[in-house]
C-alpha cells in the first residue's frame, strides 16, 4: 500500500479529466474497490428491491409453508409466516440503508455547520458548544441511542432522529479540530486581508479542507449506523413489524434458531457484507485521501 | 502530576454537568404527556395528576432539573415504578455481572489482539499480516448478536460445550462463571479483537520504523527485547485510547449480548426497564453508565503519564 502510494506522488499526473484522475487513483487500492463494489450492487439491491423480489415482503403470507428450508422457490427459506426470506431480505436492503443513509446525512450536515462555528469563532460559542459535544459524547452510543428510542417510541423517523443526535457530536467535534489547524495558516490571514467575509473563508477556503476527514468519517459512521439499527430492530425497538428490516428479520428468527437457523443466517450475511463494504470503502479512501496514514 | 490531576477533575464538572442536563431531558423527549406514555392508555385523570405529581412534573423545567440534581448529587437517583425499589440499588445489583462480562471479553480480546497485531506489524506485508488483517477486519465487521446467535448454534446446541444461557457469579463457580461467559465475551470481543489488532498494527509500524529502533538493532538486541521492550511500550499510547474507548461500546453492545443470553447484568436492566417504560431506570442506567465512561476516560490519560513520560501535564 506505501508503495503504490509513492508511486502515484512520483508519476507526473497527465490528467483527462480530474474525476477520472481521481478513480484512477483511487482504483489503484485494491480493498477500496472491493469496498466499492460491494456497496454499489448493496445499494442497487436496496434501489430496484421491488424489481428483484420474487414476493412480497409482508402480504406474501402463506401459511402452508411455513418455516420452509431454503429451496429454488423460496432460496433463503420462509419464516414463520411462510413468508419469502430472500424479498425479506431484499427490502430490508431498503429500509436499513435508507436510515443509515439519512442519518449520515443529518448528521454530518448539523455536525459540519456546528464544527465550524466552534472552530471559527471560538470563545463563548465554542465553550457552549464544546461542552455539549463533551456531554453527548460520554454516552456509550448503542445505550444512549436504546434511551432516546424508549422515550421517542419505535418508528423509522425516530430511529433516525435518535441516532442522529448520537452521532452529531462526532461529526462536529472532527470538523471543529479541522478548522482549528487551518485557521492559523497563513493564506487565510491574507485572504482576510483582502477583505474575505467570514462566510467565505469558512465555506470556500476552510470547508474544502476538511473533505477528505470528512469523508472517510461519513463511511465508517455509515457502517456505525447500519450496525446501530441493526442492534434496535434486534432488541424490537427499532423498525416496528411487520416491514422488514435486516435487524428485526434476525429478531424474527431467533425463537427459530435450532429448526429454522437461515431466518437468522441470511439477514447477518446482509449486515456483515454491507459493513465489511463500508470499512474496505473507508479504508480504501484512508489510504488514498491521506497518504500520511498507513 | 497532582496538579494535573486536579485540573482534570474539575474539567469533567462542565461534562458531567452536561450529562445530567441530557439523561433530565430524555423524559421530555416522550411525546405528550409523560406520566401518560408511563401508565399506559388505561390510566384515569386522577392517575394520571399522581404520577404528574410523583415526577414533579407541574413544576417549571428548570426547576424540576434542580430539584432532580440535588437529589441526584445525595445519591438519590429516585424508584422504579415498578417494583419500588430504588433504581440505585437496582443498578447496584447487577452491575457486577454486567463487569465481569465485560473485563472477561476485554481480557479475550486484548490477549488475541495484541499479540496478532505485533507479529503482523513485525512481518509486515508477509502472508501473516495479510492474513491476520481480513480476520480483523472481518471480525469488526460482523454485528455482535448475530456473532452471538452463531456461537449459539454451534457451541452450545450443536456441540453443547457451552450454556447458551444463564449466568453464574464467580462467588458461586469460578468455572461455570467461565463457562457461562465465555459464548457472551466472545461475541462482545470480535469488533474489539479487530478494532485493537488493526490499532496495534499500526502503531507498531509507526514506532518500528523510527530511528532509535534501528540503534537499538544495531546494538544487537534480540528481536524479542526490540519489540517488547523497545517498541511495545511506545507504541502502546493509541493502544490503550482504543482500549478506553471500547469499553464504551463495550457497555453499549452488552445490552443486546445479555438479551440473547439471558444475563441479569444492566443490559437486561436496561431492556426490561424500556419494554415497562420505567423511565427513572432508564435514566439512572445511562446516568451511571455515562459517568464510569467519563472516568475512564480519565485514567486513560493518566495511564499516558506511564506509557509515555514525556507527556507533560503541568501545563494542560
Not at chain 1, 452529531?168 to 495558516?185: D, H, N, Q, W, Y
Amino acid at each position: 500500500m506505501k508503495n503504490l502510494s509513492l508511486n502515484v506522488i512520483k508519476k507526473p499526473k497527465v490528467s483527462s479529466s480530474p474525476f477520472f484522475e481521481h478513480f484512477k487513483n483511487f482504483s489503484r487500492r485494491k480493498q477500496g474497490i472491493a469496498g466499492l463494489l460491494i456497496i454499489t450492487v448493496i445499494l442497487l439491491i436496496a434501489i430496484f428491491a421491488p424489481l428483484i423480489a420474487p414476493y412480497d415482503p409482508v402480504d406474501d403470507v402463506n401459511y402452508s409453508n411455513l418455516n420452509a428450508a431454503p429451496s429454488s422457490t423460496h432460496l433463503f427459506g420462509t419464516d414463520e409466516y411462510g413468508r419469502d426470506i430472500f424479498s425479506r431480505v431484499i427490502y430490508g436492503a431498503k429500509v436499513s440503508i435508507q436510515i443509515s443513509f439519512i442519518t449520515i446525512l443529518i448528521s454530518a450536515s448539523i455536525g459540519v455547520v456546528m464544527g465550524l462555528i466552534s472552530g471559527f469563532f471560538g470563545g463563548v460559542i465554542d465553550g457552549l458548544l464544546m461542552r455539549l459535544v463533551d456531554g453527548l459524547m460520554s454516552f456509550p452510543p448503542l445505550l444512549f441511542a436504546i434511551a432516546l428510542m424508549a422515550a421517542l417510541g419505535s418508528s423509522i423517523k425516530n430511529i433516525i432522529l435518535a441516532l442522529a443526535i448520537v452521532y452529531t457530536p462526532m461529526f462536529a467535534r472532527l470538523i471543529r479540530g479541522c478548522v482549528l489547524s487551518i485557521k492559523e495558516k497563513e493564506y487565510i490571514d491574507s485572504i482576510k486581508v483582502m477583505g474575505g467575509s467570514n462566510i467565505r473563508i469558512l465555506f470556500k477556503h476552510i470547508l474544502p479542507n476538511c473533505v477528505s476527514p470528512l469523508l472517510i468519517q461519513m463511511t465508517t459512521y455509515f457502517a456505525y449506523a447500519i450496525l446501530a439499527e441493526a442492534s434496535l430492530s434486534f432488541l424490537g425497538l427499532g423498525v416496528p413489524q411487520p416491514d422488514p428490516s435486516w435487524g428485526n428479520i434476525l429478531y424474527d428468527g431467533r425463537q427459530y434458531m435450532i429448526d429454522s437457523p437461515w431466518i437468522t443466517i441470511f439477514p447477518g450475511i446482509a449486515i456483515g457484507l454491507t459493513v465489511l463494504g463500508l470499512n474496505l470503502l473507508g479504508d480504501g479512501l484512508r489510504d488514498y485521501l491521506d497518504p500520511n496514514l498507513d | 502530576m497532582s496538579s494535573f490531576l486536579i485540573k482534570r477533575l474539575l474539567a469533567l464538572i462542565p461534562v458531567l454537568l452536561t450529562v445530567s442536563a441530557v439523561v433530565f431531558m430524555i423524559i421530555h423527549f416522550i411525546p405528550g404527556d409523560p406520566a401518560a406514555a408511563m401508565l399506559g392508555s388505561q390510566a384515569n385523570e386522577e392517575q394520571l395528576a399522581q404520577m404528574r405529581e410523583k415526577m414533579g412534573l407541574n413544576e417549571p423545567l428548570f426547576i424540576q432539573y434542580t430539584l432532580w440534581l440535588s437529589n441526584l448529587l445525595q445519591g438519590d437517583l429516585g424508584s422504579s415504578l415498578v417494583s419500588d425499589q430504588t433504581v440505585l440499588s437496582l443498578i447496584a445489583n447487577r452491575l457486577p455481572v454486567t463487569l465481569n462480562l465485560i473485563i472477561y471479553s476485554m481480557a479475550i480480546s486484548i490477549l488475541i489482539a495484541i499479540p496478532l497485531g505485533v507479529i503482523s506489524a513485525v512481518k509486515h506485508n508477509t502472508g501473516f499480516d495479510y492474513a491476520s488483517m481480513v480476520i480483523a477486519l472481518i471480525g469488526i465487521s460482523i454485528p455482535n448478536f448475530w456473532a452471538a446467535l452463531l456461537l449459539i448454534m454451534v457451541f452450545a446446541l450443536n456441540l453443547g460445550m457451552f450454556p447458551a444461557t444463564g449466568y453464574i457469579s464467580i462467588s458461586e463457580s469460578l468455572i461455570l462463571n467461565i463457562k457461562h461467559l465465555t459464548l457472551p465475551a466472545f461475541s462482545l470481543g470480535f469488533i474489539q479483537a479487530g478494532i485493537i489488532t488493526r490499532m496495534t498494527r499500526s502503531s507498531m509500524l509507526d514506532v518500528l520504523r523510527q530511528d532509535y529502533i534501528r540503534t537499538v538493532k544495531a546494538k544487537g538486541a534480540s528481536p524479542f527485547t526490540l519489540v517488547f521492550r523497545h517498541a511495545l511500550k511506545n507504541a502502546m499510547i493509541p493502544i490503550v485510547t482504543i482500549i478506553g474507548i471500547n469499553f464504551g461500546l463495550l457497555l453499549g453492545g452488552t445490552v443486546v449480548v445479555e438479551s440473547i443470553f439471558s444475563i441479569n447484568g444492566i443490559g437486561q436492566l436496561m431492556i426490561q426497564s424500556v419494554l415497562n417504560r420505567d423511565y427513572p431506570v432508564i435514566q439512572g442506567i445511562i446516568l451511571v453508565i455515562a459517568a464510569i465512561y467519563v472516568f475512564i476516560t480519565l485514567f486513560v490519560d493518566i495511564l499516558y503519564t506511564y506509557f509515555d513520560p514525556k507527556i507533560k501535564y503541568s501545563k494542560g
